[in-house]
């Protein structure tokens, strides 16, 4: 590696720790699907919801969250007043809007509601989602096949939300697993910025992407890489006028 190259590394270090800082902030996040669960997690420290309702509402949310920021919180409340805001409740009860119209985008009634199925099924023999893996989830709750390369780009923003916990944006209600091993989220503005500053070379968005990108900022966030989700978010907003 040349000195050039080193230097290159270096400010693209800087402008992401800088970046980071700047949008870990609650500001950057009133309206995003992360609320939902941040609602229960406020409940659940006042003791009125449950461990389980907060990691309900975070696969809902997650499974929301594509398109437009507005209208995943306006879908993702219709989920939520459908659930009567108690979705563990509501899930065990096996009674679910089942239909073929759309809750978001493609998303049908009946999507959800094999979702909560399938979380119904879990949530009969264990107590909490953070024993599956990321494929797991995907196979288990959101019933795709099994996929060793696929991003799974809201399973690992699901998992960045219930792990990282610095108590700003993110929850910190998992605690056994190491926030150092979680995966970069890897959506198209994720990866067009990481495209943008020579982070990746891949154009596929997939696992093996994401990973390399991850492994980039474990250089830059040596214990805790998705704090880069929050720059590289930062970069997009930036690159699109959105400050």
């Keep these: 590696m040349t000195t050039s190259d080193n230097l290159h590394i ?26 939902f669960p941040k609602h229960f997690a406020g409940l659940y420290k006042e ?12 696969v809902i949310s997650a499974h929301l969250a594509w398109g437009r920021r507005s209208m ?11 659930m009567q805001w108690r979705p563990f409740e509501y899930i065990m009860s096996g009674i679910y809007k089942d239909d073929e119209t759309s809750l978001h985008r493609t998303i ?6 094999a979702i909560c199925g399938r979380l119904k099924e879990f949530y ?14 995907r196979v288990k709750i959101y019933g795709q096949k099994s996929d060793p390369n696929g991003a799974n780009k809201k399973i690992h923003m699901l998992r960045r939300w219930l792990v990282r916990d610095d108590g700003v944006v993110d929850l910190g209600i998992w605690k056994n697993i190491d926030k150092k091993d979680l995966i970069i989220p ?11 500053l ?46």
């Design 186 to 196: 890897l959506d198209v503005h994720v990866h067009r910025s990481a495209l943008q």
């Design 10 to 35: 270096d400010k693209i270090s800087k402008l992401l720790r800088g970046y980071a800082h700047e949008y870990n902030s609650p500001e950057y996040f009133t309206e995003d699907p992360i609320i």
């Design 72 to 82: 995943i919180v306006r879908d993702c409340n219709r989920a939520f007043d459908q």
């Design 198 to 243: 020579g982070i990746t070379l891949r154009k596929s968005a997939d696992f093996k992407t994401a990973l390399e990108i991850t492994e980039f900022l474990r250089k830059v966030f040596p214990d805790d890489p998705t704090m880069g989700d929050f720059a590289l978010f930062a970069v997009s907003c930036v690159q699109s006028g959105i400050k």
């Design 108 to 113: 049908k009634w009946s999507d959800f509601a």
């Design 124 to 137: 009969s023999q264990h107590d909490t989602l953070e024993i599956l893996s990321a494929d797991q989830m």
């Design 47 to 58: 003791g009125k919801a449950t461990l389980q309702d907060i990691e309900c509402a975070a």
